[in-house]
């Protein structure tokens, strides 16, 4: 069964002026409007998301909640999570793309967790995340998982 997720993106401006604007907003009712921007690099706003940000957060995001659930369902207790994502964008044959997306979480575990098993469940959300699936680039899976 597909489900979909519609947004809107809104952006006002002119493009004959070489200083337009990047600035946009992406809304969804019910939820807070999402401020985006291009990358500094290209003229945009460093206090916005921009596009390169959120493919990284989404990546992480959806792999996060992948390993959540088979932890959760292989009954291994996870008490804390917090990664430092990288997307890069990268020029290869004159086409810009993001090549990869590197995940570099510390896992916080309890003392006596398998950290072999932690580290399996780990990669194996990547099979299964949907985000992941999605997209070319190479997601790079670098778990540090630490007991608490």
């Not at 939820?31 to 690099?41: G, I, M, R, T, Y």
Request: one cysteine or more; glycine letters at 4%.
């Amino acid at each position: 069964m597909a489900h979909h997720y519609p947004l809107a993106l809104a952006w006002t401006g002119n493009t004959l002026d070489g200083t337009y604007t990047r600035d946009a907003t992406v809304t969804n009712p019910g939820k807070h409007p999402l401020s985006v921007s291009s990358a500094p690099e290209f003229a945009g706003d460093t206090a916005r998301w921009n596009p390169e940000e959120l493919l990284g957060s989404a990546l992480a995001t959806c792999h996060m909640l992948t390993f959540l659930a088979l932890c959760a369902k292989a009954k291994v207790e996870i008490v804390g999570y917090e990664d430092h994502a990288e997307a890069i964008l990268d020029t290869v044959d004159k086409i810009s793309r993001v090549t990869q997306v590197h995940l570099r979480p510390v896992i916080r575990v309890t003392r006596g967790t398998s950290m072999a098993k932690v580290v399996e469940l780990f990669e194996k959300a990547h099979k299964y995340c949907f985000v992941a699936n999605s997209v070319t680039c190479e997601a790079v899976l670098e778990p540090r998982v630490v007991e608490v």
